[in-house]
């Protein structure tokens, strides 16, 4: 009897805010040798080069993607490899040439060389002043302000026009505000609901770059990693969207962020004094109707702010007791 395959992962964007942990997640999974990580221009962690193969790779260069795809014999790809809506603001031109550039070369090796499956993240930056912003809608106006969001629905339109067109399983979820106790945040809008806590923990005080109404749906990083791979594991017949599905774990506003952690350390302040990424938090939604995903393979989050917050205090007060913070 032929003995089964080994499924080989390849993940992009190793060293960034969820690449990073999502690349950990994936070892402890499928076998550290089975995962391998590919990064740029972040230098990548002990552990993660420790823990399986890192190969440095420019995604927007097609040839130097294939020959680490053929070198592993790599099945399914996770693209997380972007630039994000702050940082893409400030080069609009390396926004798209990155974002949009790397995914049709991952795309099209999928193509040629018959990949089972590829996931490619989108974001609520799709979505734009002209959406409805209340519960945001899985099909609705999609008219984004920033080359970051414009970038994410031209990339939801070709992997659904792949999918059609040559039969590739692509797979996608619209992340809204990732938060995370493991890695800083990488340049996105919803940064101050990540960097607030660090701050916190700190230096007890922290100045938002968001008024302090401004609410905004967020995810925990263990939902953010959960929802990701429960799509890549789901039956090819319950995924209907190879665009991207809407997901979400909670809403809250800036204000109320900081009345939470407050709970925790009393002596906590927050000033709040917006920059220009207060224009584009308010051309997001407020919350999300996920109802598709949660329907069709059954997605729910396990965190709410409460929640959240009493991790993340806990997590990062370790950390800088021990000085690794």
Known sequence: MPQKKTKKLLVTGSTGQIGSELTLTLRKKYGGDNVIAVGH??????????????EIVDVGNKENLQKVVEKYDVDTIYHLAALLSATGEQNPQLAWNLNMGSLYNILELARERGLTRIFWPSSIAVFGPTTPRDNTPQETIMIPGTMYGITKVAGELLCNYYSVKYGVDIRGLRYPGIISSETPPGGGTTDYAVEIYYEAIKKKRYTCFVREDTVLPMMYMPDCLKSTIDLMEADP????RHDSYNVAGMSFSAGELSVEIKKHIPEFKCNYEPDFRQKIADSWPMSIDD????????????????????DMIQKLSTRFAEGKL
């Open 237 to 240: 017949a319950k995924v209907k």
């Open 41 to 54: 221009q972040r230098k990548p962690s002990d552990t993660l080069l420790n823990s399986g193969p890192f």
């Open 291 to 310: 109802s598709q995903a949660r329907r069709d393979w059954g997605w729910k989050p396990s965190y709410n702010l409460a929640t959240m917050t009493k």
